[in-house]
């Protein structure tokens, strides 16, 4: 799509324009505004082909302050094309299609900047044969997932259940979790068993059809390695307890374990941040969180090992109603923004 940079002028000095998707004052709404194009001599400057879209945007809008920094633009997960280096830096060139997380300037928008080698900002070149819908789709659920299954220890033959195995995270710690041989236990709602299965689940089991825990138990009385919860809040959290064996792990992503409740029957927990640094002593850092892994997803990508699930594509205009719906569970497979 073509850009619409435009150059307009502020006390006599031109500056360059772009669409944003933002909040550009406390208590206004986010909509497509005409922002700044970051203006930083020790970043990336990418030009914004595809934005992903996460639970975590409008978790953040909704958690917006009066210290904020504004405007605020929308979204963490891009792919694009390099516009500009810093001086020294030559990890990437002009022109190169990369993806990461743009986690200070967003990534709804025409343009964003990253610095390099910044932790919780990975970037990582786009192989042949990935698009930049499928790229773009990647860097936060991809490494929360892989940084999980890291922490979990899962290898081959292992016994791993994943609570919200059909949603954007939990689709890809299946897919990993298979391509490193352990057995998947999957648990999703109504209606998204075949897409499990898909993903390559052995079991499943519809949280609302069975109580999950006691037919796990049923099928795995001495126990499972690991259970990978995106779904359980801090009481429901302490059943996965009775089907863990003992020296087995639990990682929370929505920071519900309570971690000593869990050393108390043996059992390691962690609360994964989707940063790699944490802010309380209960959180763990995501082991993931770097250009490393992010270029290991995407080779998975390229080889088929693992997909990316678009489930919509839409236009930045549109971004605000494609937030709504994905707030409302309207949305099977990720959602893009085309920029």
Known sequence: MPSAIQSTRTGGTAVMTMRAFAVEHFGDAARVHDLPVPETTGAYVIRVRHAGVNPIDYKNLDHLTRTSQYPYVVGFDFAGVVERVPAGERDFAVGDRICGLARSHGSYAEYTAVAPRVKIEPLARIPEGVTDEQAAALPMPGTIALGSLELLGVTTGQRVVVFG??????????????????????????GEVDEARRLGAEEIYDSNAVDVIT????????????????????????????????????????????????????????????????????????PSSSPQALSQLLRMLAEQTITARIGLVAELEEAGQVLNTLRHGGIRGKAIIQI
């Open 215 to 286: 037919a796990v138990h049923g099928a795995h009385p001495d126990g499972v390695d690991a259970v990978f919860d995106l779904v359980n809040g801090p009481d429901a959290i302490h059943r996965d307890a009775e089907i863990l064996k003992s020296g087995g792990r639990v990682v929370s992503t929505i920071y519900a374990a309570d971690i000593e409740w869990f050393a108390g029957r043996h059992i390691a927990a962690h609360n994964i941040a989707s940063s790699a640094t944490t802010d309380t002593a209960s959180r763990s850092a995501n």
């Open 165 to 190: 195995a059909a949603g954007g995270v939990g689709g890809y710690a299946v897919q990993i979790a298979r391509s490193r041989g352990a057995h998947v236990i999957a648990v999703v709602r109504d």
